[in-house]
């Protein structure tokens, strides 16, 4: 059968750029906003928890969190967002994109909460339950990635389809950008409330018992903007691809855009419309699948998995890298609450100047370059500045040629944004056909964050100084050769992106080939 498209949907794919458009932004936005916030927040606390809950009074350091509790708590949420990735992407396809959306963020803002309140004040009652309470913080999270990705690809029309899920990507630089912002306000109103001194001057008396409730604040915060788009989200009608291809009511997915568009949209003759939404019948992983999309699932999965490994080492351990090469003083130097506002303020100059601008030049660029050659670029750049980090390493954390570093590492995170991070967000839900959609966004999602579990829990140990690691850890290959194998990840990930195919300004039915025989399509689908 030769491919039909409702009427419905090709008023979809043609309707002008309106306000419903940035409603929908606006919703699926905030819930990665919430998300970067939720994710990324706890690297920032990281320190503040080793000085607070375990600090030796015996020792001239301040305390830190064991190796393997560090890697626990961040690493925990991520572990939960894989789980949710697969489960809510499932659940996208079998019940409904809407059904399930306000759930996630029903979880999101409980268990945002319960992270804050963790029980007790011993580190054993604090850390377990923070960990058990973060693993389902990230669980909601992971159902964010694929429903707010198929939304979005199913709401937009085909010729800025790619900017409006770049747009609502892009509210996770914001996210990241508001928790340093967070940090720096909270960190410095009880810095000034209550001063304290430096650890070696006073060790006891440089975490003062106010640091305890400012990681808890830090951490609830997130739970507002979550909170605030909950109605909303209730308020969207489901999109019409899952009510008109999925749940088969044609007269439902009609009325409902109609209302959307703000226009009449005619209903196809009965043999037409029962032709289109009986179609398709096979499954995931079925021979048809594997056929048609199986390279495109591959490209898909192995572009993320190798992007996150790199993504979230980054990301996670900003704090770590910065120490190493000199531009957060030592610990011992500072006060608690001084640690945290300093490494608060790295990670905002890093989010300003190259997180944020990357995620809004792929929403400028997106539909103009095409998905496929921003991610190889992307992947090409974070190569090129990883190597040129790597390679002159030891003298750039030389005293003095600090800038040199933070201008190459956060051209990295720009080309990362500006690139892979970005586009393998993307691809996933405008590819395969409308019944496996958020499925197989869930599914590529998942490996991305096997990829992150990785980085971060990998990360940690590898970058361990051969000769003196930190207390706790073994040692491991250093800092360079870390960020040496960081660079022949991206490399990979490069290779890998052949694989993507391009699809910029066609509508989702074509770029799939949904209803259509196998004798009109090729291979790989495209």
């Avoid at 979550?226 to 439902?252: C, F, G, S």
């Avoid at 993320?304 to 531009?327: C, E, H, M, P, R």
């Avoid at 303020?345 to 300003?352: G, T, V, Y």
């Avoid at 579990?453 to 800092?479: E, R």
């Amino acid at each position: 059968m030769a491919g039909e498209q409702l009427n419905v949907l090709k008023a979809l794919d043609q309707a002008k750029t309106q306000w419903y458009h940035f409603t929908a932004i606006v919703i699926a936005g905030m819930g990665f906003f919430t998300d970067a916030y939720d994710l990324f927040c706890i690297s920032l606390v990281t320190r503040l928890l080793g000085r607070i809950y375990y600090t030796d009074p015996g020792s001239n350091e301040p305390g830190h969190l064991p190796a393997n509790v560090s890697a626990s708590v961040n690493g925990v949420a991520l572990c939960g967002t894989l789980a949710g990735q697969l489960f809510f992407g499932w659940l996208g396809d079998k019940l409904g994109r809407k059904s399930v959306y306000g759930f996630t963020l029903i979880l999101m803002v409980l268990c945002s909460i319960a992270s804050g309140l963790s029980f007790g004040h011993s580190a054993k009652g604090v850390i377990g339950t923070l960990c058990f309470f973060r693993f389902w913080l990230g669980f909601g999270v992971g159902g964010d990635y694929p429903l707010s990705a198929t939304i979005m690809s199913e709401y937009a029309n085909k010729k800025t389809r790619g900017t409006f899920i770049a747009a609502v990507f892009a509210m996770q630089g914001f996210g990241i950008l508001f928790g340093t912002i967070v940090t720096i306000v909270v960190s410095a109103a009880f810095r000034h409330a209550f001063p304290a001194p430096p650890f070696y001057v006073d060790a006891a008396g440089s975490t003062g018992p106010e640091a305890d409730y400012v990681w808890r604040i830090i951490v609830m915060f997130g739970t507002i903007p979550a909170a605030l788009t909950y109605y909303w989200r209730m308020k969207m009608p489901e999109t019409a691809r899952y009510t008109a291809l999925i749940a088969r009511n044609t007269k439902q997915a009609t009325a409902d855009m109609s209302r959307v568009l703000n226009k009449d949209i005619t209903e196809e003759e009965e043999q037409v419309r029962l032709q289109v939404v009986s179609g398709d019948t096979w499954g995931l992983f079925s021979r048809q699948f594997m056929s048609r999309h199986g390279l495109h699932l591959l490209a898909t999965t192995s572009t993320w998995f190798l992007l996150d490994v790199a993504f979230y080492s980054q990301n996670l351990f900003q704090k770590d890298i910065f120490t190493k090469v000199g531009w957060i003083p030592p610990a011992r130097t500072m006060s608690a609450l001084e640690e945290l506002y300093r490494i608060a303020r790295a990670q905002a100059l890093i989010a300003l100047c190259g997180t944020v601008p990357g995620y809004w030049f792929t929403v400028a660029f997106i539909d103009i370059i095409g998905r496929f050659w921003i991610q190889l670029m992307g992947f090409a750049m974070m190569t090129i500045f990883m190597l040129a980090i790597a390679v002159p390493y030891d003298y750039l954390v030389k005293p003095g040629h600090h800038t040199g570093f933070v201008v190459l590492y956060g051209l990295t995170f720009f080309f990362a944004n500006f690139g892979p991070n970005s586009t393998t967000f993307i691809v996933p839900a405008e590819i395969f056909p409308a019944r496996l959609r958020s499925t197989c966004h869930g599914v590529s999602a998942a490996t991305g964050k096997a990829g992150a579990i990785i980085g971060a829990f990998g990360f940690l140990y590898a970058s361990q100084d051969q000769k003196k690691p930190d207390k706790g850890y073994s040692p491991g290959i250093g800092m360079r050769n870390a960020l040496f194998l960081l660079a022949g990840t991206n490399f990979l990930g490069l290779l890998f992106s052949l694989l993507v195919p391009e699809s910029k300004g066609r509508s989702l039915e074509e770029i799939s080939k949904e209803n259509f025989d196998d004798a009109t399509v090729s291979p790989t689908g495209v």
